[in-house]
């Protein structure tokens, strides 16, 4: 089995049919990771895909493999490509990497203007991300709209995330924006993440540090700092 197995597409009103489905592996896919997400009902992933805001995947027997939607924040100034999940079994096949690239098309085509982002602990979407141009950014960069931060509260981090202020958290924040270009160094961050799995460990390390028991206030003890610093991580 391999990624031309698949079809990956812009979900319909019909696929309507898989909502309960996917948002219960949406929700077991969190808890074994330890994390969590912005809960979601089946009527809201159905109207997703009624709107066309959604990419979902099949095999080609027909069985449901993969999903990611669009949301939209700050009056459509950012936009999030949210709840991307793989049936688990069809993992490690590419398939997450080929939805992820779909929905970012889409949400090019429907919002050129707007500023892609998105807060992961996951090594491979930071890859995805850096690969599509996404770059790492201060919490401060990202939409400021109160309904995206409420999605944090299923969060098991929630906790951390509200003592910072929202300034920082357990996650990652990556950022495209359509009116800049990729700088290759960030590309190189992850490529090095990726090849090097005790340098990732190390990365995170020093981010839990840095989040839990920052050294100081200022801008040289902070997360963005760090950030900025990191790039430099693997020369």
Request: proline share 3%.
């Amino acid at each position: 089995m391999n990624i031309n197995d698949f079809i990956v597409q812009v979900a319909l009103p019909e696929h309507r049919v898989f909502a309960e489905e996917i948002c219960e592996e949406m929700a077991e896919s969190a808890k074994a990771r330890g994390t969590g997400i912005a809960k979601r009902s089946p009527e809201y992933v159905a109207g997703k895909m009624t709107e066309g805001k959604s990419v979902i995947a099949f095999h080609k027997d027909g069985s449901w493999a993969g999903f990611c939607y669009i949301e939209t924040w700050s009056h459509g100034q950012f936009v999030a490509n949210s709840g991307l999940v793989v049936s688990p079994k069809y993992r490690k096949m590419g398939l997450a990497h080929t939805i992820k690239y779909k929905i970012f098309e889409l949400s090019r085509q429907k919002y050129p203007k707007a500023k892609i982002f998105g807060l992961t602990t996951g090594l491979a979407v930071m890859k995805i991300n850096s690969d599509l141009g996404y770059e790492p950014v201060t919490y401060s960069e990202l939409s400021q709209d109160e309904e995206f931060w409420k999605g944090c509260q299923s969060c098991v981090n929630f906790e951390i995330l509200k003592s910072k202020d929202r300034k920082n958290c357990m996650c990652t924040a990556m950022l495209y924006d359509p009116a800049t270009q990729k700088h290759d160094v960030a590309k190189k961050f992850a490529e090095e993440l990726e090849r090097k799995p005790k340098l990732y460990e190390r990365f995170m390390r020093i981010k839990q540090r840095l989040v839990l028991k920052p050294k100081s206030s200022d801008d040289k003890g902070s997360l963005k700092s760090f950030l900025h610093q990191s790039v430099l991580f693997f020369k």
